[in-house]
């Protein structure tokens, strides 16, 4: 009996379930399987704690992560594929910058080599002469990146040879004959 009006507390009927509402939660849990995975008591705190703030049931949050994990793993293979598109640019890249540091190394050697020292009354004349050959030379390298010509493409170093090229593309055609 309740102490405060003498009645006896109800219990919640059960009952008031309908078969067809029972029906369709074993039918749901029939097609579900039941694991154990084994977490840290860490991670295990902070899922109850994402779990009892969204409102939904540990093995709703379970399914979500493990279908997000797994629909990710699916898209590895492109992964892999763009980042060894990548590499191979970035390979590019550092043959362009090797060649352009090799390049500016021998225009220094060069350019000690063969510029004589200025005498201090001339210095004022060779550089109001050096600022118009750099104000052309800015001009010259403008135009030249405009017309889309570029002194490392003169340097074409080949990264694979005949045949393995030739492996490269059957791999490639072999590959999308099985899909």
């Not at 029906?23 to 008591?41: A, G, M, N, V």
């Not at 060779?126 to 340097?155: P, T, V, W």
Request: hydrophobic share 35%.
């Amino acid at each position: 009996m309740s102490p405060s009006n003498g009645k006896k507390k109800q219990k919640p009927d059960v009952s008031a379930v309908s078969a067809e509402e029972q029906e369709i939660e074993e039918t749901e849990q029939s097609k579900r399987q039941l694991i154990h995975p084994y977490i840290s008591k860490e991670l295990h705190q902070k899922v109850r704690l994402y779990c009892t703030l969204t409102g939904i049931s540990g093995s709703k949050f379970a399914e979500a992560a493990f279908t997000e994990f797994l629909s990710d793993a699916a898209d590895s293979a492109s992964i892999l594929k763009k980042l060894d598109r990548y590499y191979n640019k970035m390979e590019v890249i550092d043959s362009n910058v090797q060649i352009l540091s090799e390049a500016f190394g021998l225009f220094l050697q060069y350019w000690f080599a063969h510029t004589p020292s200025i005498q201090e009354e001339d210095k004022k004349i060779a550089s109001h002469n050096g600022k118009q050959r750099y104000e052309a030379f800015i001009e010259y390298l403008h135009k030249n990146m405009i017309s889309g010509r570029r002194f490392a493409d003169e340097f074409v170093v080949p990264l694979a040879d005949e045949e393995e090229l030739r492996r490269a593309a059957e791999d490639g055609y072999d590959s999308h004959k099985k899909e």
